[in-house]
């Protein structure tokens, strides 16, 4: 996918857990502060449009899928088995990771790339079933909620995280686009793929997050569903951002 075609402003920085710039304005206390949950499949794009909602609101964001491959990572380097959820939920708890201007850390290390290689993806979505490893994920990832604003993407943010979101965005394409996304992202890298196969993985990882008991990857009711196939991230940014605007527009409207 292509960069972000629409006015950004700077770029956050955050300690995970732990939103390291806080804004001046005071309006909202922490746990009120409005968060825009975007949630979907593997490869809908949900990081690109989750990050360029963020910068045009000047708002914090949360990487959820991170913390998830970082568990994943963590746990590989430790050979820690993917299968023992005690010894998994026990890293996810003492996890030492940070965000910084767009670079991921684990234990001070930069892993801002290895934590995208298919076989932390994999990893991820292993560990990510596990109820423990989520439930000690929960206040983390509730703990980057800071005014003025959230943006957060996952696929339980609208259901689970923070059912009292703002906004809820269900982002969708076919397994087809978003495996030829995949594709393209990965050329660009000089990265070798065969587009099969990684279609085939998508739909695997989709029925994995699909199918799991715990938090499984589902449109939340109050959700509005945004299909992505044939449009640009401006267009989708927009989309995201014109319904954020309507949003509070009404309760700023409903307070009056
Ligand atoms: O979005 P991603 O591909 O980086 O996510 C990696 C894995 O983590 C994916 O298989 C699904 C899982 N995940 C999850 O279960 N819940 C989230 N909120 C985010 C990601």
């Known amino acids: 996918m292509p960069g972000i075609p629409v006015l950004m402003p700077r770029a956050?920085?955050?300690?995970?857990?732990?939103?390291?710039?806080?804004?001046?304005?005071?309006?909202?206390a922490p746990a009120a502060a409005p968060v825009i949950a975007i949630d979907g499949p593997s490869a809908s794009g949900k990081g690109t449009i989750a990050q360029g909602v963020a910068q045009a609101l000047g708002y914090h964001y949360l990487d959820s899928g991170a913390l998830y491959r970082l568990v994943a990572l963590a746990a590989m380097s430790a050979t820690t088995s993917l299968d023992d959820e005690a010894a998994l939920a026990a890293c996810a708890r003492s996890l030492q990771a940070s965000f910084e201007n767009g670079e991921i850390f684990l234990r001070g290390e930069r892993v801002t790339d290895a934590i995208r290689s298919e076989d932390c993806g994999k990893g991820a979505s292993r560990v990510a079933a596990l109820p423990e490893v989520r439930a000690a994920l929960l206040a983390r990832q509730r703990g980057f909620r800071a005014p003025p604003g959230l943006v957060a993407d996952g696929r339980d943010m609208g259901t689970v995280v923070f059912p009292d979101a703002l906004l809820k965005v269900f982002l969708t394409a076919s397994a087809e686009a978003r495996a030829d996304r995949r594709y393209k992202q990965l050329k660009e890298k000089g990265i070798d793929a065969n587009i099969h196969t990684?279609?085939?993985e998508l739909r695997e990882r989709d029925e994995r997050d699909s199918a799991r008991r715990t938090a499984p990857l589902q449109k939340a009711a109050d959700a509005r569903e945004l299909d992505s196939t044939g449009l640009s991230i401006a267009e989708v940014v927009y989309q995201v951002l014109e319904w954020h605007r309507q949003i509070t527009a009404k309760v700023a409207g409903s307070n009056r």
Do not use: E
């Open 12 to 28: 956050r920085s955050h300690t995970a857990g732990t939103p390291v710039r806080r804004a001046a304005s005071a309006r909202f």
């Open 198 to 200: 990684l279609l085939r």
